[in-house]
């Protein structure tokens, strides 16, 4: 496999481990942890880094808003699972551009105005529709802490930023039901486990109808779409804006799920617009 | 395919919430070189004085709605019996009815615990407690937990907003109370003695300053193993049960900068307390709780 080189400044080096028990009773100094690799990275020992799994698991099934919750759980459990996305993205002259580029999307990094003026069958506009009919913006994504090595952070990162393409180009809502049957898409398309651990255990929290639903029609959809469509970490979303939505899923090899029932709004981006206009003086439009 | 990007995003990083929050996240130095006479310790943090209080202002608004589960996943319930045992100790009511003011009190434990004490053991219903913290949100929470008691709107019991370093001279007049209790508070506050000397300011002859907070565990094991628990579980429980790590890491910081139990003693009889002899246990200047994990100590306004 042929790797690009990289400055080796970016590669994480692996410092001294944070020992658990044992320390206090030879030095007079406090836990020291290893300086952070980026911008919001917390270093954390093995058994910290199984704590937070399990607790993160076990909260934030409990109560579904934590999406903190489920990124951390995301960044523990990612293991191995992380290096094969890099290996297949470096597979790729696009793939190689993406981690080259290393782009973010939110409101800034995205001009969602112009997306909304492109023609209707175009990826940036079925996007900017998907983001206004659920309610939500790409702001809201929790940064990646738990992951010890820069690329493999990004990599991460780039998982939950684009989470919501792949919400766009399979027609799916953000309901429970809908989450899970993406989840399963993610794990057979991607193989991270935090999608797997999501997708056997979130359908706990639907009512026997909404599983039933899931598991006839969503599920098998899921699984065969997800493992015969290209490895989505490798698109470059933000050069397809103005790609036909339906070109593009043929490109990637995606077929429509059943349809979905869309739920009413979230106030996601209500709420977040209510606050930017507060944080500058102006009135709010409700 | 031409992306059309507003800003080029290469390799930024949108940080979440202030810069002050991640800078919190990953300190892991040891305390610094001695400060000058502008600056104190945050944590492990050296901050200008005047920062201090905003920041803790800060964690405590943040922790503010889960601090009563936060307290009991840390100590696993363990905090109820030390506060049990604080009250106990101090043994309101057993000379008639006081008046006690509880510093740092906004979560109403303390406060509660004295006026049932009294209640229970010595059927007083005149003993009066008033209530005060620093941070309005915090005394918003004590107040709510005494709405559900028989003590609101009774003379028993009121709230203030004050600083324990700067009581308000009205409000607190001098030599008025018979009790001042403090507890897991004082490490919080940017100086120490200016709170022992508000204290001694405010309460009568004879009256009792009352202190429970976290000290230092001198045997070796426990310490050890407190140190790990402290330095890996409680900021972790603070991301899982209140997404706050920070804060916790601050809290968890703030107890291993506290004096020693021998010197918090020697402060006390600076500002002109009485206490017992320089040790530990009955007759001693302080009472180590669960091995010196938390510790009482009482000093006496002759």
């Not at chain 1, 486990?193 to 029609?217: D, H, I």
């Not at chain 1, 339906?246 to 106030?267: F, S």
């Amino acid at each position: 496999m042929l790797r690009t080189s990289r400055p080796l400044a970016l590669a994480a080096t692996r410092q001294r481990p944070i020992p658990i028990i044992g320390r206090g009773i030879f030095s007079k100094e406090p836990p020291q942890r290893p300086p952070p690799a980026y911008p919001g990275h917390i270093p954390l020992n093995w058994f910290e880094k199984a704590f937070l799994a399990v607790g993160s698991a076990v909260v934030g099934i409990a109560n579904l808003r934590r999406g903190d919750l489920v990124a951390a759980l995301g960044d523990t459990t990612a293991g191995p699972a992380l290096p094969r996305l890099r290996d297949v993205m470096l597979s790729d002259p696009e793939g190689r551009r993406i981690l080259r580029d290393r782009p973010r999307i939110n409101s800034s990094t995205v001009d969602m105005v112009w997306l909304a003026t492109l023609p209707d069958n175009t990826f940036g506009r079925a996007y900017v529709r998907w983001l206004e009919r659920c309610g939500v913006t790409p702001d809201t994504r929790e940064p990646v802490h738990y992951v010890d090595d820069p690329e493999l952070a990004y990599i991460m990162q780039r998982y939950r930023d684009c989470h919501d393409f792949y919400h766009t180009i399979c027609s799916l809502p953000v309901s429970v039901t809908y989450e899970v049957a993406l989840k399963f898409f993610e794990f057979a398309n991607l193989g991270l486990p935090v999608a797997g651990l999501s997708a056997m255990f979130g359908p706990l929290r639907l009512n026997a109808t909404q599983q039933k639903r899931l598991v006839t029609e969503y599920v098998p959809w899921a699984l065969r779409c997800g493992s015969t469509s290209k490895n989505l970490i490798g698109v470059y979303w933000e050069e397809r804006w103005e790609m036909d939505v339906d070109e593009l899923k043929k490109e990637l090899g995606i077929w429509d799920p059943p349809p979905a029932i869309w739920p009413k709004k979230l106030t996601e981006a209500a709420r977040a617009k209510k606050a930017d206009a507060m944080a500058e003086g102006r009135d709010v439009e409700v | 395919m031409h992306a059309r990007i507003i800003r080029s995003a290469t390799r930024t990083q949108f940080l979440r919430g202030s810069s002050l929050i991640h800078a919190r996240y990953n300190h892991s130095a040891p305390p610094p070189a001695p400060n000058n006479n502008d600056t104190t310790h945050f944590g492990y943090r050296t901050v200008p004085k005047e920062e201090k209080e905003a920041l803790v202002k800060d964690v405590f608004s943040s922790v503010a709605k889960s601090y009563d589960l936060m307290n009991d996943a840390m100590s696993l319930g363990v905090h109820r019996l030390w506060k049990n045992q604080f009250v106990s100790l101090l043994d309101p009511g057993s000379n008639g009815p006081i008046k006690c003011v509880d510093a740092a009190g906004g979560s109403g434990d303390i406060s509660l615990r004295i006026l049932d004490h009294a209640r229970e053991k010595y059927a007083d219903r005149e003993t009066q407690v008033t209530v005060t913290d620093i941070n309005p949100n915090m005394l918003n929470e004590g107040r709510r937990r005494f709405k559900k008691t028989m003590y609101y709107n009774t003379p028993q019991v009121n709230f203030q907003v004050a600083d324990a370093q700067a009581l308000d001279k009205e409000v607190f007049p001098d030599n008025a109370f018979d009790l001042y209790t403090i507890a897991f508070g004082i490490r919080n506050c940017t100086s120490i003695p200016d709170v022992l000397n508000e204290a001694y300011r405010v309460l009568k002859p004879g009256g009792t300053f009352a202190c429970l907070e976290f000290g230092k565990v001198e045997n070796p094991l426990m310490a050890s193993v407190y140190e790990s628990y402290s330095f890996s579980i409680i900021p972790l429980l603070g991301t899982i049960l209140a997404s706050d790590r920070a804060s916790y890491q601050y809290l968890v910081e703030s107890i291993q900068r506290f004096p020693t139990q021998g010197d918090f003693a020697q402060m006390i009889r600076d500002a002109g307390f009485q206490t017992g002899e320089d040790r530990e246990g009955e007759g001693g200047s302080w009472r180590d709780l669960w091995m010196g994990i938390a510790s009482v100590h009482t000093g006496v306004k002759i």
